[in-house]
């Protein structure tokens, strides 16, 4: 059984280093690190367009410069129904959260990022969702 592959989005190099490690040590690889919510469309966009497996469940943090999370959720959703996507968020942000789910994405996770809540949202996700390797 290969490997879960996750894609990191966002826009603070502290907050992604943090999370890759997180997952790494929860035995997941990370493929790609995207800093922006463009790059992350644009990046699933080239891998559709290519042929290439999109990753099985991306992170995605809700306000990034160019294109906040909840429009590259759209906008990568809208290419790929299949998607997984879990959306990182500070507290008080409620409301960009219900909306970030209404727009498609499976599940949150709340910063400061918690390894434990990590852990149990990914595999809530890709027990409910996606696939079964958790």
Partial sequence: MSKTNIMVVDDSALTAKRLVV????????????????????????????????????????????????????RQILAMQK???????????????????IGAGAKGYVLKPINIDKLRDSIKNVLTRYGQNQV
């Fill in 22 to 73: 997180m997952l790494e040590q929860l035995g997941y690889e990370v493929g790609k690190i995207c800093k922006t919510g463009l790059e992350a469309v644009d990046t699933i966009e080239y891998m559709t367009n290519k042929g290439l497996s999109i990753p099985d469940l991306i992170t995605m943090d809700i306000t990034m410069p160019d294109m906040d999370g909840i429009a590259a959720t």
């Fill in 82 to 100: 299949q998607a997984l996507i879990i959306m990182v968020t500070s507290h008080g942000q409620e409301q960009m959260v219900i909306e970030a």
